[in-house]
């Protein structure tokens, strides 16, 4: 069983309008597929999440060809989640990438994310399988293969590779305004909730945000 991380970046001139809405939009920076559904008169509805401004973001994806309908849910911050109802048309990349899964029995993890005229993510097959998959690729789509490598579970979250007393640093330290901008904390007042050494409170948050941006920026930081 192998794992490969993908970029693809599509033919501009070629890519469907919606395509260039999730990865080149100016309402938003970055947009992530979650999940989809394949009805038996092969629409497709979408679930996304979406780094951005839900109100402009929201009217052109209304306006983009072969989006039946939109529904945007705020998710705190910059970030909302959107349902798609779309037709074939709109989005025939992701349709050839269901076809090949089902067809040749791989597996697409979620999310997919797409930025910067590009998408992207993880694949999971046996060697013969994947290979016969990139050799499929259109010669309309760019594609890249970032990493090659056995097959070691799921992407996860970036606090998941977390230590639980880094973890309960972070949860503190976030609690007592340590990142807010000025901070209104101390390694000193950080280590009096966690009950230890202030060096060593602050050994704790270096090494949880280096995983933390690490896992954050995993598309673009080689190991």
Sequence with gaps: MKHLRITARPDPERAPAFFHLLA????ASEAWLLDWNLSPAEAATLLFAVDGDPGPFRES???????????????????????VDARPSAVPLLRRVIAAMIRAGMVVLTPVVYRDGTVSGHIVGDAATLQTTLDAVPDAVDLTVEEVGPFRGPPGTPATDLSD??????????????????????????????????STASEHLKKAEAKLVRGGLTDFVQD
């Design 165 to 198: 007393r880094q973890r309960d640093a972070v949860l503190v330290a976030l609690e007592l305004g340590y990142y807010d901008h000025p901070s209104e904390t101390t390694h000193e007042a950080i280590a009096a909730e966690l009950d230890c050494a202030p």
């Design 24 to 27: 080149d939009s100016p309402h």
């Design 61 to 83: 994806a209304t306006d983009t060809p072969g989006i039946e309908s939109v529904d945007v849910e705020p998710a705190g911050g910059e970030r909302f989640h959107m349902l």
